[in-house]
């Protein structure tokens, strides 16, 4: 079956603009998340959507925002952009997210310029 | 509040063993391993629950300590293939379905 698809896979924006992010999960998941993925910090969570509902949301200032469609894609946003908004950006889908294995797609690499 | 990795960085000959650990200051509902390469999605390793359920790769053995939150990846006889970047997350009792991720460990396998 598919995996996660991530849309798009490469961006380049300038401070102060805004991007959207899109991941489809794997059919039958209902469960999303979003990590930032940087050198040396590792993968940060950004929040989690379980159902069009989200459930957590991590400990990022609130120009980061997402949200999920009843067909289980999900969106994240980011408002005017900063330089350290530069990193990679997984999304993971899981049947539930509780205790499920994170079947992560590829990123998308935003660059801040 | 991410979970400490340890070692940041290791260089194995193919054969050798290796050991990742993953240590959390929190109580911990369950630890997930994962295995990054470059370029490529993290791909899951290893599911260990709080009570001991294990769910994973045949290859792959880890364990929990629950009194000390201590997780460890046990990499037996390296293969090339092993090379990555290893990483931890961990589900927290008091924060639900928040993964909390380590800095990750980086393994290179050389012949």
């Known amino acids: 079956k598919a995996g996660v698809t991530q849309t798009p896979r490469y961006l380049i924006k300038t401070r102060g603009q805004q991007v959207t992010l899109s991941c489809s999960p794997i059919s039958g998941h209902r469960s999303v998340s979003w990590y930032q993925q940087t050198p040396g910090q590792g993968l940060q969570f950004l929040f989690e959507?379980?159902?069009?509902?989200?459930?957590n949301k991590g400990n990022f200032p609130g120009r980061f925002s997402g949200r999920q469609f009843s067909n289980s894609r999900s969106e994240m946003n980011v408002s005017t952009l900063e330089l350290g908004d530069s990193a990679l950006y997984l999304c993971?889908?899981?049947?539930?997210?509780?205790?499920?294995?994170?079947?992560f797609g590829e990123g998308s690499r935003l660059t801040v310029l | 509040q991410q979970p400490v990795q340890s070692p940041q960085a290791v260089i194995l000959r193919e054969g050798e063993d290796a050991v990742i650990n993953c240590s959390s200051s929190?109580?911990?509902?369950?630890v997930h391993w994962y295995r990054q390469k470059h370029g490529e999605a993290p791909v899951f390793l290893m599911i260990?629950?709080?009570?001991?359920e294990q769910k994973g790769h045949e290859k792959i053995s880890a364990s929990f300590n629950e009194k000390k939150q201590q997780s460890s990846l046990y990499l037996t006889a390296s293969q090339l293939s092993y090379s990555g970047t290893y990483f931890c997350?961990?589900?927290?009792?008091?924060?639900?379905?928040?993964?909390?991720f380590g800095t990750g460990t980086s393994l290179t396998v050389i012949p």
């Open positions: 959507y379980f159902s069009e509902t989200q459930r």
């Open positions: 997350g961990t589900e927290r009792i008091d924060t639900g379905n928040q993964f909390y």
């Open positions: 993971a889908s899981s049947l539930y997210g509780e205790t499920g294995e994170l079947f």
């Open positions: 260990l629950l709080k009570g001991g």
């Open positions: 929190k109580a911990l509902y369950s």
